[in-house]
């Protein structure tokens, strides 16, 4: 049931000409299958740290990490992670980016298609399928990175700040979608977000970060009723 385990975790970035700096310190956490839990902290603390390592792109100094029961060596195919800033192909269309987790996976393509369409549809970008990048504004690109993240339904899905770039108003109505999204597919998701608000609306648990190193100061449960 624990799906994801971080036990007595430190990373060190150690620069040649330069002091190491000690970005999170014995952290250890679990994540139980379809729980949300959001990662809060000041800047610096390491969360964007804590998510590559998670998701096998930055190694750890110390300490263990287990992501659906194997040992993270690299990036897991059933993990699936959501970047600050939109990284679409400029030269595939809206839905093309979206099928790309797909195809490297080789799946069954038409099931696929209508999960992206229906994704696309859910943030707001029916229409836009078979538009380009360069069409879109800065914030519909991010929310089909979204939809990228979650098409092959990975049962860990790594978010960090995805709606750092958007306006409050987009922010708020993504959450919902977000939320909706979440209910149906029964994901484990790890949430990096700045605002504590959010946190609390989306998650289940919040982990708080102290100052760099990142420490764990607080584990707090939300404990609430969803609707
Ligand atoms: P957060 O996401 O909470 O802002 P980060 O994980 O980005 O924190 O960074 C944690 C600390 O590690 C910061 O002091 C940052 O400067 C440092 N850091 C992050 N990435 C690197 C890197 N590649 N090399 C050296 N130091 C880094
Ligand atoms: P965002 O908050 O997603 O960055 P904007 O504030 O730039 O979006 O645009 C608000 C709305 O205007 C979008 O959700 C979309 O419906 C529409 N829009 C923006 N850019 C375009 C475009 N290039 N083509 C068609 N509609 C657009």
């Not at 729980?35 to 998701?55: M, N, R």
């Amino acid at each position: 049931d624990r799906w994801i385990e971080v036990t007595g975790l430190h990373k060190t970035y150690r620069a040649r000409r330069s002091e190491p700096t000690h970005a999170l310190s014995d952290v250890t956490f679990t994540v139980r299958r379809g729980e949300f839990v959001s990662v809060v902290g000041p800047s610096g603390c390491g969360k964007t740290t804590l998510l590559k390592i998670l998701a096998g792109i930055v190694s750890r100094s110390q300490g263990t990490v287990r992501v659906a029961g194997r040992d993270v060596t690299g990036p897991l195919p059933e993990v699936g992670m959501v970047f600050q800033t939109p990284t679409l192909l400029p030269w595939r269309t809206v839905l093309q980016n979206v099928m790309v987790p797909v195809e490297v996976r080789k799946l069954d393509a038409p099931v696929y298609r209508e999960r992206a369409e229906r994704l696309l549809a859910m943030v707001g970008l029916d229409g836009f399928e078979g538009r380009y990048p360069h069409e879109l504004s800065g914030g519909m690109q991010q929310r089909a990175g979204i939809c990228r993240a979650l098409v092959h339904d990975p049962a860990v899905l790594l978010m960090d700040e995805p709606f750092g770039a958007l306006d409050a108003l987009t922010r708020e109505s993504m959450n919902v979608e977000l939320l909706r999204i979440w209910r149906e597919s029964g994901q484990t998701v790890v949430f990096v977000t700045h605002s504590i608000p959010e946190a609390v609306f989306l998650c289940d648990r919040v982990v708080v970060l102290s100052p760099r190193p990142g420490r764990i100061a607080e584990i707090v449960d939300i404990g609430l009723e969803r609707p």
